[in-house]
């Protein structure tokens, strides 16, 4: 048989936090995607760049294949293959890299939130605050945009966000 608790006064005071509105909206989530995009978008140059290779070695293929010498036509034959496979090497190392740096990014800015909510916790005097796993929730109880008004309040310098 479930058990029930009651407050002294017979209420409790609960909130709940739409973490994903949350990492949508705070500007520290805009920052981890700027800093991201900054950090990878030269490797990404690159990787374009090389795909645009390999189309200029197909068409060349396609275009030239019927008049070069056979030898020529598996020298870039084998060329175009390695260059292929190479390159898909670097695209998924590419991503699993970028992977890694945004799971940690979010690893710190939930850390970031966790401190946000407990504080409001404390403040606030509230019994219990949800974020994950809730099946209904009114807007009586929805605390998301007071914490995405705390985080944009947070000064830049946060140490756990640098």
Same mark, same amino acid.
């Given at each position: 048989?479930?058990?029930?608790?009651?407050?002294?006064?017979?209420?409790? $005071?609960?909130?709940?936090?739409?973490?994903?509105?949350?990492?949508?909206?705070?500007?520290?989530?805009?920052?981890?995607?700027?800093?991201?995009?900054? #950090?990878?978008? !030269?490797? @990404?140059?690159?990787?374009?760049? $090389?795909? #645009? /290779?390999?189309?200029?070695?197909? &068409?060349?293929?396609?275009?030239?294949?019927? %008049?070069? +010498?056979?030898?020529?036509?598996?020298?870039?034959?084998? @060329?175009?293959?390695?260059?292929? +496979? /190479?390159? $898909?090497?670097?695209?998924?190392?590419?991503?699993?890299? /970028?992977?890694?740096?945004? &799971?940690?990014? %979010?690893? &710190?800015?939930?850390?970031?939130?966790?401190?946000?909510?407990?504080?409001?916790?404390?403040?606030?005097?509230?019994?219990?605050?949800?974020?994950?796993?809730?099946?209904?929730?009114?807007? !009586?109880?929805? %605390?998301?945009?007071?914490? %995405?008004?705390?985080? $944009?309040?947070?000064?830049?310098?946060?140490?756990?966000?640098?």
């Amino acid at each position: 048989m479930p058990s029930t608790l009651y407050a002294q006064d017979g209420s409790y $005071k609960i909130g709940f936090v739409n973490t994903g509105k949350v990492l949508k909206e705070a500007p520290q989530a805009r920052k981890v995607e700027e800093r991201l995009k900054a #950090q990878f978008e !030269a490797r @990404e140059k690159v990787l374009l760049g $090389k795909q #645009q /290779q390999l189309l200029t070695l197909e &068409n060349k293929l396609k275009t030239d294949g019927d %008049i070069m +010498s056979q030898t020529s036509k598996r020298k870039l034959e084998r @060329e175009l293959r390695l260059k292929l +496979s /190479q390159l $898909k090497f670097e695209q998924q190392e590419f991503r699993e890299d /970028q992977n890694l740096r945004r &799971n940690e990014e %979010i690893r &710190n800015l939930q850390t970031v939130i966790a401190s946000v909510l407990k504080k409001l916790g404390d403040e606030e005097k509230f019994d219990l605050i949800l974020t994950e796993g809730v099946s209904y929730v009114s807007n !009586a109880v929805d %605390i998301t945009p007071k914490i %995405i008004e705390m985080l $944009k309040n947070l000064p830049e310098t946060d140490a756990s966000l640098q």
